[in-house]
């Protein structure tokens, strides 16, 4: 045989086997691409593209799973919106869940709702501390807190599930015994389990046409479903210290809570102190006229409560004073606390604000309270989440005024959608399901940087600086302000 036919069988002998080595080398190095784009995602990247995947999900599922939908399956856009209002726990809704859905339609969007309530992050750092491994600096970014170093995070993570399986477990019993007498003992079990995750993940879906409106005259299920509120939108991160401060009073010691969460609770005491005297006020010969005077107090108090991004509610707003509804949105825009399941601009962000006029009223160049002073960085940063907030907020309103018909009291209804949008509560004067594709498609966007953030979404899609710049500044120059 000629050594050039030999050399030729020989290489396409062999080219089976290189072609298998070619393809395992192209294997590897897609995958090390892979490895490498993912080592370089920052944590504000993981943060926004995991609510992407959950919204995206939500959304083909809507689509294509079978056995949703009582009649006829929701389009693209109101799948996207439904995904949205419940992956960023808002509750804006464009049918009726309690008709529109099936009980495996209620399901899946439940599953939607506990899912965006804890952040998928938070799953997946518990999968890893389960496992016994260590977090890497990313992820402890993800899920520790630096105002508290006393609080282990990887016992922090746990706590997070217990809290939020326990606290859910018990709302949904004592809410079936409450419901059972009204609805059956049959009937009463799953909307009882159902508002108690949505009440926790300050959601507002309900499987009750008119909310909670029928149950203006059961002031326990009001108070009830007003803690698992108040429970949700407390943080994480404060309850774990509250645990943390009784376990060591056990002992004789006592843990100083963190300045963190001293704001967050004097800060949600007196917004909800304040809110029920004046819902009582603006409402009592109101929309609560002809209640008993215990169903009138709960009523007040739970308008207070729901405007903390929760969703729910016992009046119907389009039928409220302008006072209410005002107060509603001032209320909406402050939301829950930092790290919890609520949005807004957080209570602790709205008493820093508070603080810096104080300090600022009093010619005080420092920020402080109960003898600590706040970082500058820590102002500046809760001054610029303020103006953000109200240029995405405005700006939405303004494109409601441009996209809606407009009315008698269109103006107030846009400004409210708006804001209940961004701050991810889902209260309505009851135009959500009118809405153009242009509204509904501003609103959708709204609901999802008011969930992720605005500034964790700007930090997400900043461009970093090339490796090895220097900083630098240019030279200072005063502006006349004021």
């Given amino acids: ?23 395992r080398l192209r294997v590897w190095e897609v995958s090390g691409r892979r490895i490498s784009l993912w080592r370089r995602l920052t944590a504000p990247q993981l943060f926004v593209a995991s609510f992407l995947l959950l919204v995206g999900l939500g959304t083909l599922g809507l689509k294509l799973l079978p056995g949703l939908y009582t009649g006829a399956p929701l389009g693209w856009l109101d799948a996207l919106f439904t995904a949205t209002s419940a992956v960023c726990v808002t509750g804006l809704i464009v049918v009726d869940t309690a008709t529109y859905f099936t009980p495996a339609g209620q399901a899946f969007l439940l599953l939607l709702i506990q899912l965006g309530g804890l952040g998928i992050i938070a799953f997946t750092t518990l999968i890893i501390v389960a496992l016994g491994r260590r977090l890497s600096l990313r992820q402890e970014a993800l899920s520790s807190y630096e105002v508290a170093p006393h609080v282990d995070y990887q016992l922090l993570t746990r706590d997070v599930v217990r809290f939020t399986f326990g606290i859910e477990a018990a709302g949904a019993l004592l809410l079936y015994l409450l419901w059972a007498p009204r609805l059956g003992w049959a009937e009463a079990a799953w909307p009882a389990l159902f508002h108690s995750v949505s009440a926790f993940c300050n959601a507002g879906f309900s499987t009750f046409s008119e909310s909670l409106i029928g149950f203006q005259d059961a002031p326990l299920t009001l108070l009830l479903v ?5 429970l949700g939108g407390l943080g994480f991160l404060t309850l774990e210290e509250l645990m943390l401060r009784r376990r060591q009073r056990r002992f004789g010691r006592t843990l100083r809570l963190s300045l963190h969460s001293r704001l967050a609770l004097a800060t949600t005491a007196a917004l909800l102190l304040g809110g029920w005297v004046a819902f009582a006020l603006f409402e009592w010969t109101h929309t609560l006229a002809g209640l008993p005077l215990p169903d009138r107090l709960a009523n007040a108090l739970f308008l207070s409560v729901t405007p903390r991004t929760a969703g729910f509610n016992s009046i119907d707003y389009a039928h409220a004073s302008d006072s209410t509804n005002f107060l509603t949105i001032l209320l909406m825009s402050v939301g829950g606390s930092p790290g919890s399941t609520a949005g807004g601009l957080k209570t602790t962000t709205f008493a820093l604000l508070g603080l810096l006029a104080w300090s600022r009223f009093r010619g005080h160049a420092i920020a402080s309270l109960w003898g600590r002073s706040v970082p500058e960085e820590t102002i500046q940063r809760a001054v610029g989440l303020a103006v953000v907030a109200f240029t995405l907020v405005t700006a939405c309103i303004f494109v409601l005024t441009v996209s809606e018909p407009a009315g008698g009291e269109a103006f107030l209804a846009h400004m409210f959608e708006a804001a209940s949008a961004f701050n991810t509560v889902g209260l309505s004067m009851g135009i959500t399901g009118g809405l153009t594709e242009v509204g509904k498609a501003a609103i959708a966007l709204l609901m999802f940087l008011g969930r992720v953030g605005p500034l964790t979404f700007a930090a997400a899609v900043a461009l970093s600086s090339p490796t090895g710049t220097a900083e630098f500044r240019y030279a200072y120059e005063d502006v006349v302000v004021g």
Avoid at 1 to 23: D, E, G, N
Avoid at 226 to 230: D, E, K, T
């Fill in 1 to 23: 045989m000629p050594l050039t036919a030999w050399l030729l069988r020989r290489r396409r002998a062999q080219s089976p086997a290189r072609a298998a080595h070619s393809a």
């Fill in 226 to 230: 007003a803690a698992l509120i108040v």
